[in-house]
């Protein structure tokens, strides 16, 4: 499977525990971006990476989350002292550059914060 | 006013209708259209691109209207498998080329 993969699917954490979600996009796409998603809503944009560089963090990401894409292939999202609040479907989305409005997305990771 | 906006619906439609979504955006300066589905619990795919000359996919046509700003989907002869979220994503020109995302239009195709 080529496609972009996200790990893991689901994570039920307690509030005030720390995330990492993991996020490996095609392969030969520079673009990578990371959304969140509740349940009756559009996707709400959190950050982007074109290869390793982040270029744009939504100003709604609390400095409790970080994401990082080291190499230009992987990338992880991090939340730091989840609050209930943080309980979302995390989709992870990736794209060339030139096909910009092309995104492919990961099945997304569940976060359930208790 | 929102950059993207979407009647959110829910759109019911009986089988074989046809039903049409618009999708308006306030910034003049947007330069690429989409629209993608997504099905309940599923990640979104893309539907189909949006050009200026208005573009079709078998029971699908897209239209851009830039004059008053805004995109269409229409679907024909709609079928059960329809049933989804219609979302539609709207590029800004400029050296980020960013993707400004609607809330979605729900639609329900009953038997």
């Known amino acids: 499977d080529t496609g972009v993969s996200q790990n893991p699917r689901h994570k039920i954490t307690k509030r005030g525990q720390n995330v990492t979600f993991r996020c490996d996009p095609i392969?030969?796409?520079?673009?990578l971006y990371w959304y969140r998603q509740t349940l009756g809503q559009g996707p709400e944009f959190l950050t982007y990476f074109q290869n390793e560089a982040q270029l744009e963090k939504s100003r709604l990401l609390s400095d409790r989350f970080s994401a990082e894409r080291p190499k230009g292939s992987f990338s992880t999202l991090e939340i730091q002292r989840t609050e209930q609040g943080d309980s979302a479907m995390y989709l992870c989305?990736?794209?060339?550059?030139?096909?910009?409005?092309?995104?492919?997305f990961g099945e997304g990771s569940r976060l359930t914060v208790l | 006013r929102k950059e993207v906006e979407q009647d959110p619906g829910p759109f019911n439609v009986p089988e074989g209708a046809t039903v049409a979504f618009n999708c308006t955006y306030s910034n003049s300066a947007s330069q690429s259209f989409f629209w993608y589905r997504q099905d309940c619990r599923k990640e979104p795919k893309l539907l189909m691109s949006v050009y200026s000359s208005g573009n079709e996919d078998g029971r699908f046509t897209a239209q851009l209207n830039r004059a008053s700003q805004y995109i269409s989907l229409l679907i024909r002869d709609s079928k059960l498998s329809d049933s989804a979220t219609y979302l539609c994503?709207?590029?800004?020109?400029?050296?980020?080329?960013?993707?400004?995302w609607g809330l979605g239009t729900s639609l329900a195709v009953n038997p």
């Open positions: 392969s030969e796409h520079n673009r």
């Open positions: 994503v709207v590029i800004y020109a400029g050296n980020n080329r960013k993707l400004i």
């Open positions: 989305a990736s794209s060339l550059d030139w096909l910009a409005g092309e995104l492919f």
